[in-house]
């Protein structure tokens, strides 16, 4: 018999967020972390990007955008973010208490916890 969680890593990877490693009231820490490490990309942003930069999904994202949870320029044909309004959602309870399990996400928010020290 194989046991549970040999064959799928999901049911073994634990979910974290980003309210696991900071204060209340430390918020622009993430923001300052985030803008060190994504210093180089453009100051306008896409989807795509912002699921990169935080290893979150894109459909994700397109949720938040839809429910106006992040500010934008423009919505068509994709939806177009100037990264300073990223920023503000970045230092939101919203994205700080957002919890994942993705490899990306897990490595960003070690890669923070790392910088912070």
Do not use: C
């Not at 989807?47 to 459909?59: E, F, N, S, W, Y």
């Amino acid at each position: 018999m194989i046991p549970v969680g040999v064959l799928s890593s999901r049911e073994t990877k634990r979910k974290r967020s980003f309210t696991q490693a900071i204060a209340t009231g430390r918020e622009k820490d993430v923001v300052k972390y985030f803008e060190h490490i994504y210093a180089d990309y453009p100051d306008v942003i896409t989807t795509d990007d912002m699921a990169t930069m935080t290893g979150l999904h894109k459909k994700s994202f397109q949720r938040i955008l839809g429910e106006g949870h992040i500010k934008v320029l423009a919505t068509s044909p994709k939806y177009i973010i100037p990264k300073v309004y990223f920023w503000e959602f970045i230092a939101s309870r919203r994205f700080i208490d957002a919890w994942s399990n993705s490899d990306e996400f897990i490595r960003i928010l070690e890669g923070f916890e790392e910088w912070r020290r």
